[in-house]
C-alpha cells in the first residue's frame, strides 16, 4: 500500500507540473460524449516477484501488451474506466553473470476498473494537447502451461497512470499512456506453497486511438 501511494505521489506531481505549465482551458476533450473506447498497443515491463540467495531472482520477460480501455464521463474532466489487457512471455530466472535464463512461459490477462481525471487542453504544436492521470485497482491472470508445470494465479494488482490525448479529428485523437501495475505475485494460489513474494512494479507504456461517442 506504501508503494502504491508513493507512485500515485509522483504521478500526480508530475502532472500538476505538466498542467501549471501550460495554458489550459477547463473543458476536456470529447466534451459531451458519454462513452470513449481506446483500443491499445504497448510494451510491459516486469520487476521480480521473488529474491532469492546471492542475486538470484524471478520474473517476467518483457512482453508485447495490447488490449482495450472504456471509459464513461462522470463529469466534464472526470471518467469512469475499465481496461482488460493481454500479454505473454518468458519466465525467468536472474542469475548473476550468467543473466536472465528462461525456465517457462506463461500468458496474462490484465484487467482492472477505476477513474481518469483530465487537465484540459492546451497546444502541443499544432496539435491539441490533454493530459489526464488514473487510478484504479484490478488483478492480473497468470496462466503457466508448461509440460512440467500447468498452474495458474490471480494476483491483486493496483495501479496509476499518466498521459495524454492528442487530437486529430472531431471525435478521435492519439493517446499515449505510462501505468505501473503494482502487486504481488500470488505463490500460495499457483504452488501451494506459503511463499511471501517481492512487490512488484510492472511498467506499460502504450498507445493507440480514444473513439468519442
Keep these: ?5 508513493r507512485s500515485l505521489f509522483v504521478i500526480t506531481s508530475l502532472a500538476g507540473l505538466l498542467a501549471a505549465s501550460m495554458p489550459l482551458r477547463a473543458q476536456a476533450p470529447g466534451s459531451g460524449t458519454v462513452l470513449h473506447v481506446s483500443p491499445y498497443v504497448g510494451y510491459i515491463m516486469f520487476g521480480d516477484y521473488l529474491k532469492g540467495p546471492l542475486g538470484t531472482s524471478l520474473t517476467n520477460a518483457p512482453g508485447v501488451l495490447y488490449g482495450t480501455q472504456a471509459s464513461m ?7 469512469l474506466l475499465g481496461n482488460v489487457g493481454y500479454t505473454s512471455s518468458d ?17 496474462m490477462l490484465i484487467y482492472d476498473a477505476g477513474l481518469e481525471y483530465n487537465f484540459g487542453s492546451s497546444k502541443a504544436g499544432s496539435l491539441p494537447l490533454s493530459p489526464f492521470i488514473q487510478a484504479g485497482v484490478g488483478a492480473i491472470r497468470y496462466n503457466i502451461d508448461e509440460s512440467i508445470l500447468q498452474t495458474n494465479a490471480t494476483n491483486f494488482a493496483g495501479n496509476v497512470g499518466i498521459g495524454a490525448d492528442f487530437a486529430l479529428a472531431k471525435g478521435i485523437a492519439l493517446r499515449v499512456l505510462g501505468k505501473d501495475y503494482i502487486g504481488k505475485f500470488n505463490f500460495q494460489d499457483a504452488t501451494g506453497l506459503g511463499i511471501s513474494g517481492e512487490t512488484a512494479h510492472n511498467f506499460a507504456l502504450t ?3 480514444r473513439f468519442d461517442f
Design 1 to 5: 500500500m506504501r508503494n502504491i501511494r
Design 207 to 209: 498507445a493507440g486511438l
Design 73 to 79: 464521463s462522470l463529469a466534464p474532466n472526470l471518467s
Design 91 to 107: 519466465i525467468r530466472v536472474g542469475i548473476p553473470i550468467l543473466g536472465g535464463v528462461s525456465v517457462g512461459h506463461s500468458s
